[in-house]
Structures are given as structure tokens and as C-alpha cells.
């Protein structure tokens, strides 16, 4: 278990720029989450993936972002034509979910901070 | 719609005495409930949950929670702070089904002072 790994830790982009995050989760586990996560506040979910399904994504969510998770294993997320209001530390989770109302508790991993300039 | 408020942006103790972290929540159901610590250039880690059962559920470095129903609240407990449990705590629940997400508080710092 050498837990969840996030690339890049650091991006600076300017205004416009498109950006790709990239996340391995845990080898075994089935779900992978994506939160966004501003200074004072705590994780905004965005999305997630139980194995290469998406199950949910944020009414929030701006057309301008999309996340894959190819295979089921490690997924990316894309935001395009980024704004200011997109700098934020980008998490990604993990967990194995059973489905029989058993949660499993998420696996962060150290996040992508995004800054655009 | 479910949501978690942590009324207290900040918590001040000094080593040794009791600590508390407040929490509430609302959600449709019953809920899930689980405390994560962030340290300073850390990633979250989980503390504890609670699903069902006992209403005191013990987690991580000495930690424990206490869920009651009727206040809708899952407040974090521990006897005896240590200069060590400073960080920015957070509560996060989920609905009691399969789905998986699950929604933060906002956060609270605890500081334990020697």
C-alpha cells in the first residue's frame, strides 16, 4: 500500500490555459473521488469514479472540467480554459466500497495546487 | 441535500485537559458520519466513523466521538490533549446508502498549548 499519489504537487498556469491533474489511487480500491479544497474551507466534492464509471459529479461543476478514469485504475482530471477562480488545492481519494452499507473511509492523497495567474 | 457545520473555526487547550470538537450535520436518512486531521503539508487522514450501534465510537491516537440523533451532532472528544493533536480537523457525512459521496465541514484548528 504505498497509498495515493497525485501529479503534479505544484501548476501555475495563466488565465486560459488548459491543465491536467493525474491520480493513482490505491491498487485495490474500486472508488476514486475528486475534491477541491480553498483556503478556510474543507473538500468540495467535484466528483467520482466506482471503477471506469462515473457515478456522480457536482452540479457545481463548470462544463470546463472533466475527469476520466480509464480501465479503473488511475484517473485524470481536465480543466479547460482556466480562470483565477479555479486556484484551489485539487484532492484526490480513494476507498474500497462493498455496496452493503459498509463505508470505507476515503484515502487522501497530498493534492494538486493549482494557481492561475 | 446533505451538509456539516463545524461551528468553531478555532479551538484553543492547553496539554492535558479535555478536548472537543464540535460538529453537526443534516442529511436525508440516517447518516454516516467520520472525522478526518489534516497536518501541516498532509494529506487528510481518517480518524473514525460511525455507522450504527454505540453511540461512542473510538478511532485513531486516543480519539472518540459521540453521535446523538436527536441533536444531530457527532462531536470529537479526547481525555487528555497532547501538544501533538494540533492540526485542522474535519467532519464529513454520507448518506446511508450505497452512494458515495461524502460531504466536509469547513474545518477547525485545533491548538493544544503546553
Known amino acids: 500500500d504505498t497509498g495515493v499519489s497525485q501529479n503534479p504537487r505544484h501548476k501555475i498556469t495563466k488565465r486560459g490555459q488548459n491543465v491536467t491533474f493525474r491520480c493513482d489511487p490505491i491498487?485495490?480500491?474500486?472508488?476514486l473521488y475528486w475534491y477541491r479544497q480553498t483556503l478556510g474551507q474543507g473538500p468540495e466534492f467535484l466528483t467520482y469514479?466506482?471503477?471506469?464509471?462515473?457515478?456522480?459529479k457536482s452540479r457545481l461543476l463548470s462544463d470546463r472540467f472533466s475527469a476520466e478514469r480509464p480501465k479503473g485504475s488511475f484517473s485524470t482530471l481536465e480543466i479547460q480554459r482556466t480562470e483565477q477562480g479555479d486556484s484551489a488545492m485539487y484532492l484526490c481519494a480513494s476507498s474500497f466500497d462493498r455496496g452493503l452499507k459498509i463505508p470505507s473511509p476515503l484515502h487522501f492523497g497530498n493534492g494538486t495546487r493549482l494557481t492561475v495567474t | 441535500a446533505q451538509s456539516v457545520a463545524q461551528p468553531e473555526d478555532q479551538v484553543n487547550v492547553a496539554e492535558g485537559n479535555p478536548l472537543t470538537v464540535k460538529c453537526t450535520y443534516s442529511v436525508s436518512g440516517n447518516p454516516y458520519l467520520f472525522w478526518y486531521v489534516q497536518y501541516p503539508n498532509r494529506g487528510l487522514q481518517f480518524l473514525l466513523k460511525?455507522?450504527?450501534?454505540?453511540?461512542l465510537v473510538k478511532g485513531s491516537y486516543g480519539f472518540e466521538a459521540e453521535f446523538n440523533k436527536s441533536q444531530t451532532s457527532f462531536h470529537l472528544k479526547k481525555p487528555s490533549a497532547l501538544v501533538s493533536d494540533s492540526a485542522l480537523y474535519f467532519c464529513?457525512?454520507?448518506?446511508?446508502?450505497?452512494?458515495?459521496?461524502?460531504?466536509f465541514g469547513d474545518g477547525t484548528t485545533l491548538t493544544v498549548k503546553p
Open positions: 491498487s485495490e480500491h474500486n472508488r
Open positions: 464529513a457525512v454520507r448518506r446511508d446508502t450505497n452512494a458515495g459521496k461524502s460531504t
Open positions: 460511525y455507522i450504527t450501534g454505540d453511540n
Open positions: 469514479f466506482q471503477n471506469e464509471a462515473q457515478l456522480e
